[in-house]
């Protein structure tokens, strides 16, 4: 089962995920990138709850930036500023979506980050510790990571140049050395990967709850396979 659909308090992570961006006053539009196949069951999620704002549904691509670079062709001309977020990342509040867009237009780029609070080994066989790094300089970058469009275009092209393969967008602007602010993220802004995740995440959705609803009354279904 599509990880995306998985039922937590009662409505698809997506569907959170999308709530949360329809509801940001600094979303004008949204871009969903999605397997082909798949348009249908997104449609449907749009009309069953209400989202207000336009959207479009663009086929995704083989990789990651490939999908990131569908969805920039499908931009509104005048868009300037544009928020690149997973799907599985159902609790990032308007807050902090707002706060990437404001830091992207004066430094170009932003990504949601909290700073690592674990200690943090290196191994390169994964069996024995090679080495502790020093986690006063180390952060873990989260969704959205938002950039001016003629920023995040110019940087994807560099990667599709080279023929190289990022993991996450920032990456992208690391090689153009386009600075990327850090926002950091004050409240839990967990994405789903392994099954695990799942009752931390109802538990956070259960505090929002949902317009009209009463929070926490459904529960969560199905299963998930990790990435």
């Known amino acids: 089962m599509d990880k995306l659909f998985l039922e ?19 979303i004008e539009e949204i871009v969903l990138v999605v397997r082909e196949g798949m348009q249908t069951s997104f449609e449907g999620l749009a009309e069953r709850y209400a989202f207000r704002k336009r959207f479009r549904l663009v086929a995704g691509g083989k990789e990651r930036q490939d999908s990131v670079w569908n969805g920039l062709e499908a ?13 599985a990342r159902p609790c990032t509040s308007p807050a902090l979506i707002a706060a990437t ?15 690592v609070t674990d200690t943090i080994k290196e191994s390169r066989d994964g069996k024995t510790i090679e080495r502790t790094l020093d986690r006063a300089r180390l952060w873990a970058v989260q969704t959205p990571q938002t950039f001016r469009v003629e920023i995040i275009r110019r940087a994807l092209s560099e990667v599709r140049r ?43 959705l259960r505090m929002v709850g949902w ?6 009354t459904n529960g969560l279904k199905g299963r998930c396979s990790t990435d």
Do not use: M, Y
């Not at 931009?75 to 799907?87: G, R, W, Y």
């Open 8 to 26: 937590v308090n009662g409505r698809p992570v997506v569907a959170h995920t999308w709530r949360r961006f329809d509801e940001a006053e600094c």
């Open 75 to 87: 931009l509104s001309p005048t868009a300037e500023v544009v928020a690149i977020q997973d799907a």
């Open 101 to 115: 867009v404001a830091a992207a237009k004066q430094t170009g780029a932003a990504v949601a980050a909290q700073g």
């Open 162 to 204: 080279r023929g190289l393969l990022v993991t996450d967008d920032t990456a992208a602007c690391e090689l153009i050395g386009q600075p990327v602010q850090l926002v950091v993220s004050l409240e839990p802004n967990p994405k789903v990967t392994r099954p695990e995740d799942l009752p931390c995440i109802e538990a956070l």
């Open 211 to 216: 317009p009209g609803l009463e929070p926490g």
